[in-house]
T-cell receptor, first 110, second 114 residues
Framework: EDKVVQSPLSLVVHEGDTVTLNCSYEVTNFRSLLWYKQEKKAPTFLFML????IEKKSGRLSSILDKKELFSILNITATQTGDSAVYLCAVRDYGQNFVFGPGTRLSVLP | DTEVTQTPKHLVMGMTNKKSLKCEQH?????MYWYKQKAKKPPELMFVYSYEKLSINESVPSRFSPECPNSSLLNLHLHALQPEDSALYLCASSQPRQEVGELFFGEGSRLTVL
């Protein structure tokens, strides 16, 4: 059965800190790995990774995929209170299926 | 602004009511999804339509009935629900299996069953 694991499940930091969120997976016929940010409503898309070793970057957020070791990390530098959210990792197979991990709940304190 | 539109945003219904959730997208996506999300849990897949045909049904109880009238619309018909069905129902769309693409979510319909 396809499985996505995230760690830590919960994290509390102060503004300005750097955080690393982890996602590991066991998926048959891996196609892509996606990161989403969820505040109070629907998840919003951050990154999609398909190739190993290529870093995706958007402002203070960056992510990289290791297909050999079956994991990805999401880095957030100089955290702000607006980064407080649940960060979801999802993996897509070659069908229509997107499997979500449990999420990491990040709280950034002022 | 989300490109996947869901209505209603909030719905309160009794256990004997019949209601429907609606979803619309105009991105030309040919795969559409219903997810259920309980508080502090990740989205849980319910149904997937691919090219307007039901392709995945994750053993969802028959009191939930999906319908895909055309490539832009997705409905979820609700009948005789239980209080434990109260949750955020998320519609999403993506490119079908031949293409790599992300899942675009609507803002969700928050359902309360009394």
């Amino acid at each position: 059965e396809d499985k996505v694991v995230q760690s830590p499940l919960s994290l509390v930091v102060h503004e300005g800190d750097t955080v690393t969120l982890n996602c590991s997976y066991e998926v048959t016929n891996f196609r892509s790995l996606l990161w989403y940010k969820q505040e109070k409503k629907a998840p919003t898309f951050l990154f999609m990774l398909t190739s190993s070793g290529i870093e995706k970057k958007s402002g203070r957020l960056s992510s990289i995929l290791d297909k050999k070791e079956l994991f990805s990390i999401l880095n957030i530098t100089a955290t702000q209170t607006g980064d407080s959210a649940v960060y979801l990792c999802a993996v897509r197979d070659y069908g229509q299926n997107f499997v979500f991990g449990p999420g990491t709940r990040l709280s950034v304190l002022p | 602004d989300t490109e996947v539109t869901q209505t209603p945003k909030h719905l309160v219904m009794g256990m004997t009511n019949k209601k429907s959730l609606k979803c619309e997208q105009h991105m030309g996506h040919r795969a559409m999804y219903w997810y259920k999300q309980k508080a502090k849990k990740p989205p849980e897949l319910m149904f997937v339509y691919s090219y307007e045909k039901l392709s995945i049904n994750e053993s969802v109880p028959s009191r939930f009935s999906p319908e895909c009238p055309n490539s832009s619309l997705l409905n979820l018909h609700l009948h005789a629900l239980q209080p434990e069905d109260s949750a955020l129902y998320l519609c999403a769309s993506s490119q079908p299996r031949q293409e790599v693409g992300e899942l675009f979510f609507g803002e969700g319909s928050r359902l309360t069953v009394l």
